[in-house]
């Protein structure tokens, strides 16, 4: 057999299934042959579009993407959704066409691992026709088991040359085993939480990725912790009475209270970055901060912590669960440590950002972003996907449209790039067809990925895309704007996003008042067979409550 064929076997046969991507002719055969063993193959129309799709597949199913790319400008281009993935920990193979070695000239010729290596991905290679195949098990594996994102070169030479499968199969590498606490460090933080009055759980990514949520919520209703997320967790602990919803810029003004008046806050696979903390303003002055991470290195990376457990989440809580001991009553956990009747009225009162009064500023021509994001999460069913682009509108979409869990939310957000967010619900959408899936873009990012509106529509998926259109860069203005700067480079004439949808195949609507929702109800009344575009035209006179937070990052 060819090493094309042999590559996409063993692919197949490690369970890769569905696969993203930009055919030209040097991934035309390997694509092919994983088609031909079975896996459905996704056409993006441009390579970010075809990354930013397979790392939300792979966040939404927690099943390592796979993303196949031309050489040269096919890899080039799907640069920036590769970078999201590998910052994200995203656990994604991109099978990347390459010019053969003796290749010299060749106009696609780039130094594909030197590219890999410096957007924080891990370089792999296809070597020769004998180590092929376990090149390729080889990067899956890693894909998988260190959640990183592997850019497999594929010279053409090799891709084509005549290889024989190995008798036995290919090479099996043992999974790593995952890091288990040391007593000591479970001992230390169980006292930690056995002393603290007021602690609150900010529960991360690693606290996803681990499933979590129920050795969590055990540990915390046995020491009274009040339930938190990073953003990138956001929907972990969905209908907890305790639960405070996001930590950091995000935050209402109650959950930043609560977290703030903490006296004790676990981070548990969380960064505890400065999004999810509020650049250390969420932690009070007096508070103990206790880290639990898988990995070592983030320990203390971000925000100085007074106790670190090196540890999987779940293992971990389970492990201080079993130190502190004692047993639920018939009524459950009696109610201790931050946890009172006054503080759980409040958290049904006001922990959401809708429960928070605000003067509405819609003006006829333009709706307030908080009035549409209110009346869309009123109309859109429940069972949803929200996935969200970058720019100032992202606050509204991030907090004012509830999420049944967490991977009900698709958050990409680790390289900052606006124009993947159509891309990524897409993903997402492929991934959890069951649900609606709704992309919340700005105008800007809108139309920078607007070319996956084809592939919404050629899928017949059904998406709500709704741009909080400020006809402006409105981040950068908001920005800049206050000091007097000229914005004329950040400012565009108006555009008709409803049309430009519509000429995609979509249907397109556009909503300048809470009554132009009506079209969203008939959309939503079937067949929803064409996805919905939902041009907002959204008042802007001042940039949103989180972005002046967020400036202080810059
Ligand atoms: C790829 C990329 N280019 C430029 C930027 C800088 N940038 C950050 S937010 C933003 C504006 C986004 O505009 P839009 O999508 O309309 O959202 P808005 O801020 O107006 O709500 C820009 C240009 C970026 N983050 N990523
Ligand atoms: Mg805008």
Redesign the pocket.
């Known amino acids: 057999m060819l090493v094309h064929e042999a590559v996409a076997t063993a692919l197949a046969d490690l369970g890769v299934d569905t696969v993203f991507g930009v055919v030209g002719s040097g991934n035309f055969h390997v694509t092919n042959a994983l088609i031909a063993k079975g896996a459905r193959y996704v056409a993006a129309r441009h390579e970010c579009g075809a990354a930013c799709m397979a790392d939300a597949w792979a966040r939404s199913t927690g099943r390592p993407g796979v993303l196949s790319v031309h050489q040269g400008p096919g890899l080039t281009n799907a640069m ?1 959704g590769i970078t999201e993935a590998a910052k994200s920990r995203t656990p994604l193979l991109v099978l990347a066409a390459d010019v053969s070695a003796s290749a010299i000239q060749s106009n696609f010729r780039i130094d594909v691992a030197a590219l890999a290596a410096g957007v924080g991905a891990t370089p792999a290679r296809l070597h020769s026709r004998s180590l092929a195949i376990d090149d390729a098990v080889r990067a899956y594996l890693t894909a998988a088991d260190e959640r990183r994102t592997v850019v497999l070169s594929m010279p053409l030479d090799v891709q084509a040359a005549e290889c024989a499968w190995p008798p036995g199969g290919p090479v099996q590498p043992a999974a790593r085993a995952q890091p288990q606490p040391s007593q000591l460090q479970v001992d230390r933080l169980a006292d930690a939480i056995a002393q603290a009055e007021r602690p609150v759980f900010v529960a991360g990514r690693g606290a996803r990725v681990a499933d979590a949520r129920h050795a969590l919520e055990y540990l915390a209703d046995q020491c009274g912790a009040l339930l938190a997320t990073s953003a990138a967790a956001k929907g972990l602990f969905r209908g907890n009475p305790w639960d405070l919803d996001v930590s950091g810029g995000f935050a209402s003004p109650l959950a930043a209270e609560l977290i703030g008046n903490a006296d004790l806050i676990v981070s548990w696979g969380s960064s505890l970055n400065m999004w999810t903390m509020r650049h250390g303003t969420l932690i009070g002055p007096d508070a103990t901060v206790a880290q639990v991470d898988i990995d070592k290195a983030a320990i203390g990376a971000h925000r100085k912590v007074h106790l670190g457990v090196v540890g999987d989440v779940a293992h971990t809580a389970a492990a201080v669960t079993a130190k502190l001991g004692g047993a639920p009553g018939p009524a459950g956990w009696p109610e201790t440590g931050y946890r009172s009747d006054s503080v759980r009225e409040r958290i049904a009162r006001e922990i959401r950002w809708r429960d928070v009064p605000f003067d509405d500023e819609s003006d006829g021509q333009r709706i307030d972003p908080r009035t549409l994001t209110i009346a869309l999460d009123d109309m859109l069913p429940a069972e949803r996907t929200v996935a969200i ?6 606050g509204y979409p991030a907090m004012y449209l509830s999420v049944p869990d967490q991977d009900g939310f698709c958050f990409t957000q680790a ?5 993947l967010g159509l891309a990524s619900a897409i993903g997402a959408a492929i991934a959890r067809p069951d649900r609606l899936t709704v992309a919340a ?8 990925g607007v070319s996956e509106l084809e592939t919404a529509v050629r899928l017949g998926l059904q998406m709500v895309i709704v741009i ?3 006809e ?7 920005h800049f704007g206050p000091h007097g700067y000229p914005l004329s480079t ?1 400012q565009f004439p108006p555009a008709d996003i409803a049309s430009i949808g519509a000429g995609f195949g979509c249907v397109g609507v556009t909503v300048r008042t809470a009554d132009d929702l009506a079209l969203v109800r008939e959309w939503l009344d079937g067949p929803r067979d064409r996805p919905l575009v939902i041009d907002a035209k959204v008042t ?1 006179s001042h940039g ?1 409550w989180w972005l002046e937070e967020a400036f202080r990052g810059h």
């Open positions: 920036t682009d970058s720019g100032n509108f992202m390289y900052q790039s606006i124009g873009l700005g105008d800007g990012g809108a139309l920078m909080y259109d400020d402006a860069y409105g981040a950068e203005v908001h950040v802007a949103s």
